[in-house]
């Protein structure tokens, strides 16, 4: 079935139309909200807090980009959840690293193209994570999530020029960042 037929089975009440939906999108909002908070069980929460959000609201959506309405209502928590009280600034990126998830992407790195990365992966995180929330936003939903500017512009609420403003920041201080540790980066990179 495609997206619009499982939106139509939902809104009628059916939970595995719904549930279709939810292990369509659930990596990629997961994925988001982990690079927004930077916590695996965090990340975890507020998925499951966006898709429950998203059937109780499901009424409300009429027409229009599903996936940019769930990173809207993804984005929000995440947002909430960074002004909240209880957040950290010096959250530990070791859980990240430790965590079941992360784990080697191929079976012939060798040990120290893993470590390399490894290491590149916690640097490319802080680094993520000295952004201001709203240039973090617009670079995980642009650069990483694969959004246009105008899907990004939806799901922020913002206008298209601003969405590409705090981009264009964003990458311009994820560079400098990044200028620091050439010795982590591959070498096309490197000599590019």
């Known amino acids: 079935m495609d997206e619009q037929t499982l ?25 988001a909200a982990l690079r927004m908070v930077g916590d695996p069980a965090i990340a975890e ?4 807090d966006t898709f ?22 993804a984005t929000n928590a995440c947002r909430d959840h960074l002004r909240s009280a209880q957040v950290r600034r010096n959250t530990s990126l070791d859980a990240l690293v430790e965590s079941p998830a992360f784990g080697l992407t191929s079976e012939q790195e060798t040990p ?13 995180q ?5 952004l201001p929330t709203d240039q973090r936003m617009v670079l995980i939903l642009v650069d990483i999530q694969a959004f246009s500017y105008e899907e990004a512009a939806r799901v922020l609420k ?7 403003s705090r981009l264009s920041r964003a990458r311009e201080a994820m560079r400098a960042a990044l200028s ?8 096309q990179i490197r000599s590019g």
């Open 52 to 73: 429950v959000s998203a059937f109780r609201a499901l009424h409300t959506f009429s027409a229009g980009n599903f996936r940019a309405w769930l990173f809207r209502i």
């Open 158 to 164: 913002k206008p298209v020029g601003t969405v590409k």
């Open 126 to 130: 802080q680094a993520l994570m000295t």
């Open 7 to 31: 939106l139509l089975a939902s809104k009628q009440g059916d939970a595995g139309a719904f549930n279709r939906l939810v292990e369509h999108y659930q990596t990629s909002i997961y994925n």
């Open 112 to 124: 120290e193209e893993f470590a390399v990365r490894r290491e590149l992966s916690s640097f490319i």
């Open 45 to 48: 929460d507020i998925t499951q």
């Open 180 to 187: 620091t540790q050439r010795e982590l980066l591959p070498a």
